[in-house]
Every structure is written in C-alpha cells, then in structure tokens.
Nanobody, 124 residues
Framework: QVQLVESGGGLVQAGGSLRLSCAAS????????MGWFRQAPGKERDIVAA????????YYADSVKGRFTISRDNAKNTVYLQMNSLKPEDTAVYYC?????????????????WGQGTQVTVSS
C-alpha cells in the first residue's frame, strides 16, 4: 500500500515557475514507477511526465517537453515536477501516481495509487 500526498500547487503568472512535490509513504518507494498527470475541467486525465524506479529514464508529453522536469529522490520518498515557462493552458489539477514497476508507465489505467491532486492555475 502506498499513500501519495502532493504539494506545491498555486497561482502563478504566465512565464513563471512552480515545483510540485509528491511524498510517498512506505519503505519500498524505489520499487515504484511514478507519474504526474493533469486534468482540466471537462477533460480527461492526461500524462504529463513519468519516471522509472531509479530516475534514469523519463517520459514527457509533447506539450511540456523542454519546460517541465520530473525527478525523484528515493532517499526522501519523493517525486518532483519542476514546471518552468508556465502557460495558461497548463492550468489543471495535477496528480501524482505510482505503480510497482521498474519501467516508467504512461498509461493512466495502469497506475493503481493516486494522490489527492493539487491545483495549478496560470494566469495570462
């Protein structure tokens, strides 16, 4: 069982930055692939970024490549999403997710643990 708690969301102007954190419970965090997803009102929950168990392999949605960076600190049981050059279209609730896997996972249906979400609002 893994419990995930996101933090770091908020209101920021376009062009600004935010860093999201996702703290995980449990002693086997390094065995989990982690992902960040986002969901805007009336839209599906979409992948933003994913990272494998060691942090050595990552995936980014085309819409965030070059602006967002996913990373993890297994000693702190935490995964991060650094978001730079934010745009109004990045506005959404951001969720972190976990699944027992050595490889990163991009399919929302394959994750079995989810955080409660944190709101990110980017004003123009």
């Amino acid at each position: 069982q893994v419990q995930l708690v996101e933090s770091g969301g908020g209101l920021v102007q376009a062009g600004g930055s935010l860093r999201l954190s996702c703290a995980a419970s449990g002693r086997t965090f390094s065995s989990y692939a982690m992902g960040w997803f986002r969901q805007a009102p009336g839209k599906e929950r979409d992948i933003v970024a994913a990272i494998n168990w060691s942090g050595g392999n990552t995936y980014y949605a085309d819409s965030v490549k070059g602006r967002f960076t996913i990373s993890r600190d297994n000693a702190k049981n935490t995964v991060y999403l650094q978001m730079n050059s934010l745009k109004p279209e990045d506005t959404a609730v951001y969720y972190c997710a976990a699944r027992w896997s050595r490889s990163y996972i991009t399919n929302v249906a394959h994750y079995n643990y989810w955080g409660q979400g944190t709101q990110v609002t980017v004003s123009s």
